[in-house]
């Protein structure tokens, strides 16, 4: 139970274009979803936090107009990467809280790696 | 917000042999997960532990709240037991429910 499943697994595009990756909570809901962000040899630095219905939160540094995030239901989150260039190439995860009963705690997609050319 | 130090950074191993990982927060926890990140950069869930002591074959955690730190054991170590292992809190504080990583452990087991 508890399972993200994010796609797509690996993603290349040109500079200047923009990018759209997926999150979603197959087995339970999710009013809240995180983006992370991961660059080689690092560790995982949370982006925004995706609120269903609302405005996300993003951290400090993180660019809201770059990097853009809908919630548009309980089961899923968008991240839009626009206008992409090379130093926006990383690894990106998504991850929710799986329900408190179920002592999963935090679960995370299979990620997405982003390569801008 | 809260901190997280994890150590050793890095970790070589033979086959076989038993390892601990430790991991230190600042302040108080509602959670705190062990995951295990494959070389495809999947994160596994391995321990689910804001308090006590859990075991999964041979990966066991203890997590002592009272004293913000938590160790991972590895025991009987295998070639597939290598990746980076990170810890991740929750805070207790506040209602901005998120996870902070630590830098992780670089483990290699060799043959």
């Known amino acids: 139970g508890a399972v993200v499943s994010q796609h797509p697994s690996r993603v290349i595009c040109k500079s200047g274009t923009s990018v759209k990756i997926e999150c979603r909570s197959l087995?339970?809901?999710?009013?809240?979803m995180f983006w992370y962000r991961q660059f080689p040899k690092q560790s995982l630095m949370l982006m925004a936090t995706?609120?269903?219905?609302?405005?996300?939160?993003?951290e400090q540094g993180v660019e809201k107009d770059k990097f853009l995030i809908n919630h548009a239901s309980l089961t899923l989150s968008t991240l839009t990467v626009t206008s992409a260039h090379p130093e926006d190439s990383s690894f990106y995860i998504c991850?929710?809280?799986?329900?408190?009963?179920?002592?999963?705690?935090?679960?995370f997609g299979s990620g997405t790696r982003l390569t801008v050319v | 917000g809260i901190q997280v130090e994890q150590s050793p950074p890095d970790l070589i191993l033979q086959e076989g042999a038993n390892s601990t990982l430790r991991c230190n927060f600042s302040?108080?926890?509602?959670?705190l997960q062990w995951f295990h990140q494959n070389p495809w950069g999947q994160l596994i869930n391995l321990f689910y532990?804001?308090?006590g002591t859990k075991q999964n074959g041979r990966l066991s955690a203890t997590t002592v709240a009272t004293e913000r730190y938590s160790l991972l054991y590895i025991s009987s170590s295998q070639t597939t037991d290598s990746g980076v292992y990170f810890c991740?809190?929750?805070?207790?504080?506040?209602?901005?429910?998120?996870?902070?990583f630590g830098k992780g452990t670089l483990l290699t087991v060799n043959p």
């Open positions: 991850s929710a809280r799986a329900p408190r009963t179920t002592n999963y705690g935090y679960t």
């Open positions: 995706s609120n269903e219905g609302s405005k996300a939160t993003y």
């Open positions: 532990i804001p308090s």
């Open positions: 991740a809190v929750e805070g207790s504080g506040g209602s901005n429910y998120k996870l902070t």
């Open positions: 302040d108080s926890v509602n959670n």
């Open positions: 087995d339970f809901q999710a009013t809240t």
